[in-house]
């Protein structure tokens, strides 16, 4: 239920990408995109209950949100010269920190589960990812190019979203799959 609403705000980020050069546009693109990747979180939070994070897993995670950390500040200070107001910002950083999230997401799922299915979501989140990213640096640094690569990954992260979404026998596995992992 989760992954349809997350669909319908991604349209609406969508649609508010058209109007980016007006304040209003850039926030509502940014609030969409920070609510649809924190429902697709929430979607995946049941998978996490009862879990014992391994030691690699934390590691992992930890490196992951360094990583991607140090991409956001730096795509934040080339940001910070370029917004309307100090509300643009807050919600770049909020955007951002919304995707670190849904990474560590996806990884932890594709980990826990490795199926099918949880690497579809993962290669999902990485289209968002080279998505954002290119659309970051093609408005904000002028690299114009970089709208073919963000546009064809957002196509494709929406597919993958859609297929997700629709493979109800994978889902009905990975519920069996994750009932035997807590035994």
Request: net charge negative; proline share 1%.
């Amino acid at each position: 239920m989760w992954v349809i609403y997350a669909f319908l705000f991604f349209l609406i980020r969508d649609i508010a990408y058209q109007f980016f050069e007006v304040s209003w546009g850039a926030e509502t693109y940014m609030t969409f995109a920070t609510l649809g990747y924190f429902l697709l979180v929430l979607d995946r939070v049941p998978f996490f209950r009862g879990t014992r994070f391994s030691l690699f897993a934390v590691i992992f995670g930890l490196l992951l949100v360094v990583a991607n950390g140090t991409i956001l500040f730096e795509l934040g200070n080339i940001v910070s010269n370029h917004v309307n107001n100090n509300l643009e910002l807050l919600l770049f950083y909020l955007y951002g920190v919304s995707l670190i999230t849904l990474i560590l997401s996806a990884y932890y799922y594709n980990h826990r589960l490795n199926s099918m299915r949880s690497l579809l979501f993962l290669m999902m989140v990485f289209c968002f990812v080279a998505s954002d990213i290119a659309s970051c640096l093609a408005y904000y640094i002028d690299l114009q190019g970089l709208y073919y690569l963000d546009r064809t990954m957002f196509i494709l992260s929406m597919a993958l979203l859609v297929n997700f979404g629709l493979n109800i026998k994978g889902a009905a596995t990975e519920e069996v799959d994750f009932i035997s992992l807590q035994e």
